[in-house]
């Protein structure tokens, strides 16, 4: 494969009195979707937070290209509204706006009536879907992605599956933590299994199941054997 | 655990985090120098009220503007003590909490009397002596005061939309007021409680005593709960008070438009900051600055004009820059990521203009008095 679109080397990452978690080493390369699972306390957000360098406490390295960030919790600016927050991320591209294009998404995904209101009073599923569309219309080398179906109805899971499938096409690595094992297994490349803040397995499918000594298993059995 | 027992313990729960509240605020010092003598003056005050009680109020004062006064200090909120948690523990245990709420209607009617009657005995003098009641007037004014503050509770539970709930608000004032101007009659006093009670008898039947209004009145009972805690962090210099926008929409471009046509990067970022700055309402301190310095400079001696210039001037500096921060410190900033070369130009423009309008103001108000002597 070519150049990674994130490389980190963390040794060490956590908040003032302790680290949480040690030794994770991982790459995501273009057009790869990598799942970063483990149970609740397993480190995943720390890991993601490292690879922000908003973490207070660091050692290692990270080499990432120009990324695009959804977190676990929609955050939105304190006073805008949610179309303000479609034309600031493009003028940070320097790219004339979309008008179109962005009054299609918000139609698509059930947002287009409300984008003169403040995000911040929307429900947590339709600031989610917000959240989402800032970040895939950034088009960029990589994607970290921390729980996102959390709020999501069915239809905007689909259409958030769509496109990310279609950023992959074009290039894109996504390193996507999530909880939910099924759709992972279904859409994931590679998966990175943490527990206890470290990396416990890692690999495609079958390198999970062989490491979890579960041959035909399914990955939330893995999951279950390997935790 | 019954129902009343529950009820006892919130109410000591209750007043424990009053107190608590309470010694956080007064200290020795409050005490010695405010509440003290304010115990010592308020009853002197109203001997003084009854014997010479034009020195307090004006025969021309319309009985409108007391009645209103009285409203606005009565009034009353439900408290059930119920919380969120009891969604998970309670809520299937239906007879303990309609125990609960129950005591705690009880306690709230008992309440609201007291608060009416002291209401109606501190406005006596006045009534008595510019408006004509006499002494047993004061029953039924604590009645009607009473009437009132029960069924501003209630339509607080149960009239749904600010709007509405100011209107009824609104509604039940004037009912007050022309209860007391026009109805003092015992018959009437008598019929129209009678209907009240009727009318909140149904309304704890059909909405207290029940589990489907539950939210609505854990969200009265925390509203309830912080009403004073919110006026101590205003009034504290110490706490940080941020406002943010209210409602759904913003007030100050409605429909997301722009502020400047330029399409460079920092004029978003600078577009984006000033409306922050509006719809969060940062503009108040702004304006409270301003305002300060102005009237500094119009009421003090030529000499100290130009010190409340410099000082006023120099304090706004630092609090723009202050305020510009706090509009950058926000954690969207991960998620979308602006110029870094952009924040120097930006707060540039961002401190000329705000510290450009105060200077110049404060310029030509000097420039205006000292022409003007």
């Known amino acids: 494969m070519n150049v990674p679109v994130l490389q980190a080397d963390i040794h060490k990452g956590g908040y003032q009195e302790s680290d949480v978690v040690q030794d994770i080493a991982l790459e995501v390369y273009p057009g790869e979707l990598v799942g970063l699972l483990g149970p609740n306390g397993a480190g995943k957000s720390t890991t993601i937070k490292s690879l922000l360098g908003i973490l207070p406490k660091f050692e290692g390295s990270i080499e990432i290209k120009d990324y695009a960030y959804i977190p676990e919790r929609p955050i939105y600016y304190e006073g805008w509204t949610l179309y303000e927050h479609f034309t600031f991320l493009f003028s940070t591209l320097e790219e004339s706006f979309p008008e179109e294009k962005v009054g299609a998404l918000l139609h698509e995904f059930g947002l287009y009536d409300m984008r003169h209101h403040y995000p911040e009073r929307f429900s947590k599923g339709m600031q989610q879907k917000g959240m989402i569309l800032l970040s895939l219309l950034r088009r960029p080398d990589v994607y970290i992605i921390d729980e996102p179906f959390m709020g999501l109805d069915p239809k905007a899971v689909k259409r958030f599956l769509t496109m990310v499938k279609e950023e992959q096409k074009r290039g894109a690595g996504v390193l996507m933590s999530t909880h939910v094992l099924d759709t992972a297994e279904k859409i994931c490349d590679r998966f990175i299994l943490m527990a206890e803040g470290k990396i416990i397995a890692s690999g495609t499918m079958e390198e999970i199941r062989r490491a979890s000594g579960l041959p035909e298993a399914s990955l939330f059995d893995c999951f279950d054997a390997l935790t | ?373």
């Open chain 2, 1 to 373: 655990m019954k129902g009343k027992k529950l009820f006892v313990e919130r109410w000591k729960e209750e007043k424990r985090y009053q107190k608590e509240v309470m010694s956080g605020v007064v200290d020795l010092v409050t005490f010695l120098y405010i509440i003290g003598p304010l115990l010592f003056i308020i009853p002197y005050i109203y001997i003084e009220l009854w014997r010479m009680p034009s020195l307090y109020w004006s025969e021309n004062l319309p009985i409108t503007l007391l009645l209103l006064l009285l409203a606005a200090a009565g009034g009353g909120s439900f408290r059930f003590y119920v919380k969120e948690a009891d969604k998970l523990f309670l809520l299937q245990l239906n007879g303990v909490i309609a125990e609960m709420k129950r005591h705690g209607g009880l306690v709230t009617f008992g309440f609201i009397m007291l608060k009416s009657f002291l209401l109606t005995v501190a406005a006596l003098p006045i009534l008595y002596n510019f408006y004509g009641y006499s002494i047993g007037d004061a029953g039924l004014i604590v009645g009607w005061l009473s009437f009132y503050g029960w069924l501003v509770a209630m339509a607080k539970l149960t009239v749904t939309g600010k709007w509405r709930l100011k209107f009824v608000h609104a509604f039940l004032i004037l009912l007050f007021m022309g209860n007391v101007q026009f109805f003092m009659e015992p018959g009437i006093f008598l019929v129209e409680g009678a209907v009240v009670l009727v009318v909140i008898w149904l309304f704890f039947k059909h909405s207290i005593l029940r589990t489907g209004n539950l939210d609505v009145e854990i969200e009265e009972e925390r509203r309830a709960r912080q009403r004073y805690l919110g006026l101590i962090f205003q009034a504290s210099m110490e706490t940080e008070t941020p406002v943010g926008p209210g409602g759904k929409r913003p007030f100050f471009y409605r429909k997301s438009g722009r502020m400047f046509t330029s399409e460079a990067s920092s004029s978003y970022l600078l577009e984006g900051l000033f409306k922050a700055f509006l719809r969060r309402k940062e503009w108040v301190g702004y304006f409270q600055i301003l305002g300060l310095s102005m009237l500094g400079v119009l009421l003090l001696p030529l000499w100290a004009k130009f010190l409340v210039l410099l000082t006023g001037l120099l304090f706004l500096h630092s609090w723009l820059r202050y305020i510009f921060e706090q509009l950058l410190t926000s954690l969207f900033f991960f998620v979308v990521t602006f110029r870094k070369e952009d924040e120097s130009l930006v707060w540039k423009k961002f401190r000329n203009t705000l510290f450009g309008i105060a200077a110049l103001l404060l310029c030509l108000e000097i420039g205006v008095l000292i022409l003007g002597v």
